[in-house]
């Protein structure tokens, strides 16, 4: 069982950037592929970045392409997120997650652990 903790998050103006952390428990961590998906209030659980286990592929939602990156340093069992150019859009709460495939995916369901999330509140 994997536990993931996510940190980071907060206030910021629109422009503004955010590095976000999410620290797992298990040292087994570096075979997890790793995502972050964000939950708006009324909406659904979106992906937003993922990173396969060795940290050679990253990819991206369009919405976020360009802006933000997601990164993850095996040795600290920790996959971080950098959020530039910050719009109120973004605003939501952040999930990290792990999936035992070491590829990842965009899809939630394909996700195994998951944190509690960390809220993101971009103003105007």
């Known amino acids: 069982q994997v536990q993931l903790v996510e940190s980071g998050g907060g206030l910021v103006q629109a422009g503004g950037s955010l590095r976000l952390s999410c620290a797992a428990s298990?040292?087994?961590?570096?075979?997890?592929?790793m995502g972050w998906f964000r939950q708006a209030p009324g909406k659904e659980r979106e992906f937003v970045a993922g990173?396969?286990?060795?940290?050679?592929?990253?990819y991206y939602a369009d919405s976020v392409k360009g802006r933000f990156t997601i990164s993850r340093d095996n040795a600290e069992n920790t996959v971080y997120l950098q959020m530039n150019s910050l719009k109120p859009e973004d605003t939501a709460v952040y999930y990290c997650?792990?999936?035992?495939?070491?590829?990842?995916?965009?899809?939630?369901?394909?996700?195994?652990?998951w944190g509690q999330g960390t809220q993101v509140t971009v103003s105007s």
């Open positions: 298990d040292r087994t961590f570096s075979r997890y592929a």
């Open positions: 997650a792990a999936d035992r495939d070491y590829s990842g995916s965009y899809y939630s369901s394909e996700y195994d652990y």
């Open positions: 990173i396969t286990w060795s940290g050679s592929n990253t």
